[in-house]
């Protein structure tokens, strides 16, 4: 049963979810809007088409201590960081709901990362639908929409007047505010998005794999961090320590396979040495080795990379470039 | 866009592709938007149709030539990226046999997002007099009087007038929004270094802890060793995607150097940078 | 009661460091914790992630002789900043273990075979506890050749042992080096022209290489001349490995993760990567 929620309703009831555990949410940030812990509900925006960076970084900070070493006349302790706050992770869309579900598949997985798993855990996820796209948004050719409610524990979906509320999960259902009216209106007809057959071409793509495309897109890319940083479903890390003022701690950090020297080993030996290998490595590993560990694309067509690349490097383009290639090569 | 301009560029590339002068051209091509402008590297004489200029244009293209070391390239060039070509002859990393410069009088850059393009130019080019390129090999479009609208460093000047504590306070919160993509260092023509000191693990200078302790200390490593050679190109601040105004640490030190020194980087090849200069007749002043 | 989590390393005591090359140490540890020694379960081929607290993780080939459990050895070349901090520690002092991590030498598969051993430098350490296994068990496999070579006479890693390995029945060791000196009396001859003199015969045969990656290259096609098939070629990779658990991707190769689906792994399956090494 759908209920409805006024903005004020709304606003209460995250006032009361603020007082009791840590919410995250769409906040401004200079020109920007970003996913952060706030401290009043007036920070929170709740207009945006989507945020800079995705809502990954709740669940896969990026950086954070793993444990930390402790060592008393010779003895030595190793002490795991703790997860101790509960979390409500509001407004996302649906694309990065299922950004946070296929993160899930990694870091889930036996044995399960014991920081990862508490947060999820922890964290009950209010989605919200997204009443209009942008250009580059593709989730429905990804398995997503932008009404879809699979991943997040509550969906609202903005009407006129306020927000329908859909439960979702028992979780979901414990968290609604008392005092919600049935919504008996119409439910929106969700956005028609653009068609990407990224599915058609991850089917070719073995053959494609020395074709000399990816050295020439690689020409202009800049193999700095940013796609793997914005995206929702990127996470190589980096695992460090940090020895600072007589603490040591086991640091993991974002870090991404764009990254010259992510797969050069001490000796010398680096697998991937040319820029066009780097690049090709990204997109083979989102789009045909992670689906072949874990039966899912790890893409949810938010469109974040197409907006962040600075140099176009334009995941929509890339696949219809891919297409022509398959097209060519097949003498048609 | 003016379109004869374009043509004269892209009449120069072909001609240097079809005569087998050059291997590849670096220009700029319309972005999958539609709206701004992109990189683009053209091999074959018939993709030169491609190329485009207009106030979308703002990438400086210089720094792919150290991509492409030992092969002979052409490069769109405007005037605040003709310093960069200087910068990179001066030491010693291009050689001026193995690029053709095609030189652009340039109108300004304005200031473009994704899918969106400003009426407002640029900072930088708000500031700018240059007519032409410093260094060219083929002007295409000949000179563009250009008229600045600011002094240049106005926005520097302004913030000096803050209190040390106001802008320590103002510089750790944009560092605390930095997640060390290092497109920054990546974009810079003058970060060309094989192993980057942040990359480095003996000495730990900043260590992969993505936090604001961290990041300022990347990020002001980073500008100290630009000092005397940062050319104002501002592409540290364009391509950053948290909007950390980089611009201001670069230029503020180009300033200072310029106060101290009377020097500027990328003006001239033959320059000798005060940072990487010794002159016996150099007082130290201490010990002495 | 902290989170159970993967990352955090079992504490292990350092027992001994044996220097056997310049660069070269080889350390014995023990697990402090008597319940994890005694379940910790490994197999040659295997690896496992060693802390040095202070700077941080790397991974090494499991190599103990007789893949005892109460002291696990590692030969530990220092090359980086883990490796050096790794040789700096004194008996006595704390590190940490993760593992056992990878897949292993499937060696029941290879009873009744000949087998032609052949590692350079490093690369002895993980088919040292593949010829002792051979030895221990011996006439569970026919022919035994081992072909070590090294930079040096001084880089040959397990150099106590050769008596052992020599005196085996139906065992022949051949050593060689790229540069001898005063002392050296044997053979200066890069690994690949030794196998192509002693050109074993690919008849019932198994081939376990490891090295420097030029050292296998010629190696591999050296074996190929004599009539091995790929899938009686085996090597272990080298990789950058962090977690050891298939999640960072760093050891992410074409579609295999080499800490998981390696680091063992037969000449055939490496052709049939998506990405070569």
Same mark, same amino acid.
């Given at each position: 049963m759908n209920l409805f929620a006024s903005k004020d309703d709304l606003i209460r009831w995250l006032d009361s979810l603020l007082e009791k555990q840590i919410v995250i949410a769409p906040v401004r940030v200079q020109e920007q809007t970003m996913f952060q812990p706030i401290s009043?509900? @007036? @920070?929170?925006? &709740?207009? &945006?088409?989507?945020?800079?960076?995705? %809502?990954?970084g709740w669940f896969l900070p990026p950086t954070e201590t793993l444990f930390s070493v402790q060592r008393d006349d010779g003895q030595v302790e190793l002490v795991p960081a703790l997860v101790e706050q509960d979390a409500v992770l509001f407004g996302l869309h649906p694309c990065d709901a299922k950004g946070i579900a296929l993160m899930d598949s990694p870091f889930l997985?036996? %044995?399960?990362?014991a920081l990862y798993r508490e947060r999820r855990r922890r964290t009950a996820l209010v989605g919200l639908a997204c009443r209009q796209v942008q250009p580059e948004c593709f989730c429905t050719s990804m398995g997503s929409a932008p009404d879809d409610p699979s991943n997040v524990d509550i969906l609202l979906t903005e009407v006129e007047d306020g927000y329908i509320v859909q439960a979702v999960t028992e979780r979901g259902k414990a968290l609604l505010p008392q005092g919600l009216v049935e919504y008996k209106g119409k439910v929106p007809t969700p956005p028609k998005l653009q068609a990407v057959p990224i599915k058609e071409v991850i089917s070719a793509m073995r053959e494609l794999f020395n074709d000399p495309y990816w050295e020439q897109l690689a020409d202009r890319c800049l193999h700095c961090n940013i796609c793997a940083y914005v995206c929702p479903t990127c996470y190589c890390f980096d695992m460090r320590d940090y020895a600072d003022k007589g603490k040591v701690e086991r640091v993991r950090s974002w870090e991404s396979c764009q990254s010259p020297g992510f797969s050069l080993t001490a000796g010398g030996y680096d697998p991937r040495t040319t820029k066009g290998e780097r690049l090709r490595q990204r997109f083979y590993h989102k789009l045909l080795y992670f689906p072949e560990q874990f039966q899912d694309v790890a893409c949810v067509g938010c469109g974040r990379c197409v907006r962040a690349c600075p140099v176009n490097i334009d995941i929509r383009e890339v696949i219809s470039n891919l297409q022509q290639v398959m097209e060519a090569k097949s003498g048609s | 866009m003016d379109m004869e301009l374009i043509q004269q560029i892209r009449d120069k590339a072909r001609s240097l592709l079809e005569e087998g002068m050059v291997e590849g051209v670096i220009g700029y091509e319309r972005a999958s938007d539609g709206v701004t402008a992109r990189p683009f590297f053209v !091999? *074959? +004489?018939?993709?030169?149709?491609?190329l485009i200029f207009d106030e979308?244009?703002?990438?400086?293209?210089? *720094?792919?030539l150290l991509d492409k070391k030992g092969k002979k390239m052409a490069v769109v060039v405007k005037p605040c990226d003709s310093r960069a070509i200087n910068l990179l002859l001066n030491e010693g990393q291009i050689e001026r046999d193995k690029v053709f410069i095609i030189g652009v009088g340039c109108p300004g850059m304005v200031e473009t997002n994704w899918n969106h393009k400003s009426e407002t130019l640029q900072a930088k080019c708000r500031s700018c007099q240059l007519s *032409? +390129?410093?260094? !060219?090999d083929f002007l295409a479009g000949g000179e563009l009087a250009r008229q600045a609208e600011e002094e240049t460093y106005s926005d520097i000047m302004e913030a000096e007038a803050e209190s040390v504590s106001t802008r320590r306070e103002f510089w750790l919160e944009q560092f605390g929004r930095c997640i060390r993509c290092y497109a920054c260092r990546q974009v810079c023509p003058g970060c060309y270094c094989p192993v980057c000191f942040a990359e480095r693990l003996e000495p730990l200078w900043v260590g992969i802890r993505i936090a604001p302790e961290e990041n300022e200390m990347w990020q002001t490593i980073r500008t100290f060793h630009l000092v005397g050679r940062c050319i104002g190109c501002n592409e540290c601040e364009r391509v950053c995607p948290v909007g950390i105004p980089l611009s201001l640490l670069n230029r503020k030190l180009e300033k200072d150097v310029k106060e101290l020194f009377a020097f500027q980087a990328g003006l001239d090849p033959e320059e000798q940078p005060p940072f990487a200069t010794f002159k016996k007749e150099e007082k130290l002043e201490f010990g002495e | 009661m902290g989170l159970e989590s993967p990352f955090i390393p079992y504490l292990a005591t350092l027992k001994t460091a044996t220097q056997l090359t310049p660069d070269v140490k080889l350390l014995s540890v023990e697990l402090e914790d008597p319940d994890i020694r005694a379940s910790f379960d490994y197999k040659p081929g295997q690896f496992a992630l060693l802390s040095a607290f202070g700077e941080g993780e790397a991974p090494f080939g499991i190599v103990s002789l007789s893949l005892q459990r109460d002291g696990l050895e590692f030969a530990v070349r220092r090359i980086g900043t883990v490796t050096r901090a790794l040789q700096e520690l004194e008996p006595g002092d704390t590190l940490g273990v993760r593992g056992p991590f990878g897949n292993y030498f499937p060696l029941e598969d290879y009873g009744g075979k000949n087998i032609i051993i052949i590692g350079g430098g490093i690369g002895m350490a993980p088919l040292r506890p593949v010829i002792n296994r051979i030895l221990e068990r011996r006439d569970n496999y026919e022919e035994l050749v081992i072909i070590n070579g090294a930079r040096t006479p001084q880089d040959l890693v397990f150099q106590p042992e050769f008596p052992t390995w020599m005196e085996a029945p139906r065992t022949r060791l051949e050593l060689t080096v790229d540069k001898g000196d005063e002392q050296w009396k044997g053979r200066v001859a890069l690994v690949p022209d030794v196998v192509k003199e002693v050109a074993p015969s690919p008849d019932n045969a198994i081939a376990i290489i490891c090295g420097p990656p030029i050292m296998i290259r010629f190696t591999l096609a050296g074996l190929r001349n004599l009539g091995?098939?790929?899938?009686q070629i085996v090597t272990t990779l080298e990789a950058k490995m962090k977690c050891g658990l298939g999640k960072c991707a760093r050891c992410n190769i074409g579609e295999k993760y080499v800490c998981q689906d390696g680091p063992v792994f037969t000449l055939e399956q490496i052709s049939q990567f998506l990405e070569q090494p």
């Amino acid at each position: 049963m759908n209920l409805f929620a006024s903005k004020d309703d709304l606003i209460r009831w995250l006032d009361s979810l603020l007082e009791k555990q840590i919410v995250i949410a769409p906040v401004r940030v200079q020109e920007q809007t970003m996913f952060q812990p706030i401290s009043k509900v @007036e @920070e929170v925006i &709740f207009d &945006f088409d989507n945020t800079t960076l995705s %809502p990954k970084g709740w669940f896969l900070p990026p950086t954070e201590t793993l444990f930390s070493v402790q060592r008393d006349d010779g003895q030595v302790e190793l002490v795991p960081a703790l997860v101790e706050q509960d979390a409500v992770l509001f407004g996302l869309h649906p694309c990065d709901a299922k950004g946070i579900a296929l993160m899930d598949s990694p870091f889930l997985q036996e %044995p399960g990362d014991a920081l990862y798993r508490e947060r999820r855990r922890r964290t009950a996820l209010v989605g919200l639908a997204c009443r209009q796209v942008q250009p580059e948004c593709f989730c429905t050719s990804m398995g997503s929409a932008p009404d879809d409610p699979s991943n997040v524990d509550i969906l609202l979906t903005e009407v006129e007047d306020g927000y329908i509320v859909q439960a979702v999960t028992e979780r979901g259902k414990a968290l609604l505010p008392q005092g919600l009216v049935e919504y008996k209106g119409k439910v929106p007809t969700p956005p028609k998005l653009q068609a990407v057959p990224i599915k058609e071409v991850i089917s070719a793509m073995r053959e494609l794999f020395n074709d000399p495309y990816w050295e020439q897109l690689a020409d202009r890319c800049l193999h700095c961090n940013i796609c793997a940083y914005v995206c929702p479903t990127c996470y190589c890390f980096d695992m460090r320590d940090y020895a600072d003022k007589g603490k040591v701690e086991r640091v993991r950090s974002w870090e991404s396979c764009q990254s010259p020297g992510f797969s050069l080993t001490a000796g010398g030996y680096d697998p991937r040495t040319t820029k066009g290998e780097r690049l090709r490595q990204r997109f083979y590993h989102k789009l045909l080795y992670f689906p072949e560990q874990f039966q899912d694309v790890a893409c949810v067509g938010c469109g974040r990379c197409v907006r962040a690349c600075p140099v176009n490097i334009d995941i929509r383009e890339v696949i219809s470039n891919l297409q022509q290639v398959m097209e060519a090569k097949s003498g048609s | 866009m003016d379109m004869e301009l374009i043509q004269q560029i892209r009449d120069k590339a072909r001609s240097l592709l079809e005569e087998g002068m050059v291997e590849g051209v670096i220009g700029y091509e319309r972005a999958s938007d539609g709206v701004t402008a992109r990189p683009f590297f053209v !091999y *074959k +004489p018939s993709a030169t149709e491609r190329l485009i200029f207009d106030e979308t244009c703002a990438h400086n293209l210089v *720094k792919y030539l150290l991509d492409k070391k030992g092969k002979k390239m052409a490069v769109v060039v405007k005037p605040c990226d003709s310093r960069a070509i200087n910068l990179l002859l001066n030491e010693g990393q291009i050689e001026r046999d193995k690029v053709f410069i095609i030189g652009v009088g340039c109108p300004g850059m304005v200031e473009t997002n994704w899918n969106h393009k400003s009426e407002t130019l640029q900072a930088k080019c708000r500031s700018c007099q240059l007519s *032409k +390129p410093l260094v !060219y090999d083929f002007l295409a479009g000949g000179e563009l009087a250009r008229q600045a609208e600011e002094e240049t460093y106005s926005d520097i000047m302004e913030a000096e007038a803050e209190s040390v504590s106001t802008r320590r306070e103002f510089w750790l919160e944009q560092f605390g929004r930095c997640i060390r993509c290092y497109a920054c260092r990546q974009v810079c023509p003058g970060c060309y270094c094989p192993v980057c000191f942040a990359e480095r693990l003996e000495p730990l200078w900043v260590g992969i802890r993505i936090a604001p302790e961290e990041n300022e200390m990347w990020q002001t490593i980073r500008t100290f060793h630009l000092v005397g050679r940062c050319i104002g190109c501002n592409e540290c601040e364009r391509v950053c995607p948290v909007g950390i105004p980089l611009s201001l640490l670069n230029r503020k030190l180009e300033k200072d150097v310029k106060e101290l020194f009377a020097f500027q980087a990328g003006l001239d090849p033959e320059e000798q940078p005060p940072f990487a200069t010794f002159k016996k007749e150099e007082k130290l002043e201490f010990g002495e | 009661m902290g989170l159970e989590s993967p990352f955090i390393p079992y504490l292990a005591t350092l027992k001994t460091a044996t220097q056997l090359t310049p660069d070269v140490k080889l350390l014995s540890v023990e697990l402090e914790d008597p319940d994890i020694r005694a379940s910790f379960d490994y197999k040659p081929g295997q690896f496992a992630l060693l802390s040095a607290f202070g700077e941080g993780e790397a991974p090494f080939g499991i190599v103990s002789l007789s893949l005892q459990r109460d002291g696990l050895e590692f030969a530990v070349r220092r090359i980086g900043t883990v490796t050096r901090a790794l040789q700096e520690l004194e008996p006595g002092d704390t590190l940490g273990v993760r593992g056992p991590f990878g897949n292993y030498f499937p060696l029941e598969d290879y009873g009744g075979k000949n087998i032609i051993i052949i590692g350079g430098g490093i690369g002895m350490a993980p088919l040292r506890p593949v010829i002792n296994r051979i030895l221990e068990r011996r006439d569970n496999y026919e022919e035994l050749v081992i072909i070590n070579g090294a930079r040096t006479p001084q880089d040959l890693v397990f150099q106590p042992e050769f008596p052992t390995w020599m005196e085996a029945p139906r065992t022949r060791l051949e050593l060689t080096v790229d540069k001898g000196d005063e002392q050296w009396k044997g053979r200066v001859a890069l690994v690949p022209d030794v196998v192509k003199e002693v050109a074993p015969s690919p008849d019932n045969a198994i081939a376990i290489i490891c090295g420097p990656p030029i050292m296998i290259r010629f190696t591999l096609a050296g074996l190929r001349n004599l009539g091995f098939k790929d899938n009686q070629i085996v090597t272990t990779l080298e990789a950058k490995m962090k977690c050891g658990l298939g999640k960072c991707a760093r050891c992410n190769i074409g579609e295999k993760y080499v800490c998981q689906d390696g680091p063992v792994f037969t000449l055939e399956q490496i052709s049939q990567f998506l990405e070569q090494p």
